[in-house]
Nanobody, 120 residues
Framework: QVQLVESGGGLVQPGGSLRLSCAAS????????MRWYRQAPGKQRELVAT???????NYADSVKGRFTISRDNAKNTAYLQMNSLKPEDTARYYCNAFIVRPTLDISDYWGQGTQVTVSS
């Protein structure tokens, strides 16, 4: 059994910062790419940032220069540092990871999401 649990969401004023965490637990051999997605009401889920196991990163154009994705492989945890937040960043943020089980099966896992609201 594998679980991804996000935390760190909340209400923040425009221009503020939040740091999201995504902790993977359970029967894990290794974790490949980890990603953050977001979904606002009435909109499609959007890929925000990706980090490979070796640490290379990619970002959506809408968050480049403001968001930073990182990971701690020893803790099986990914982070999303969000600075200069805008009202349009308001969404539920989801963590996604490709996880290798001890059986060497690879599966795609999702967390339950954490709400980020940017409003004055």
């Amino acid at each position: 059994q594998v679980q991804l649990v996000e935390s760190g969401g909340g209400l923040v004023q425009p221009g503020g910062s939040l740091r999201l965490s995504c902790a993977a637990s359970g029967s894990i051999f290794s974790i490949n790419a980890m990603r953050w997605y977001r979904q606002a009401p009435g909109k499609q889920r959007e890929l925000v940032a990706t980090i490979a196991k070796i640490g290379s990163t990619n970002y959506a154009d809408s968050v480049k220069g403001r968001f930073t994705i990182s990971r701690d492989n020893a803790k099986n945890t990914a982070y999303l540092q969000m600075n200069s937040l805008k009202p349009e960043d308001t969404a539920r943020y989801y963590c996604n990871a490709f996880i290798v089980r001890p059986t060497l099966d690879i599966s795609d896992y999702w967390g339950q999401g954490t709400q980020v609201t940017v409003s004055s």
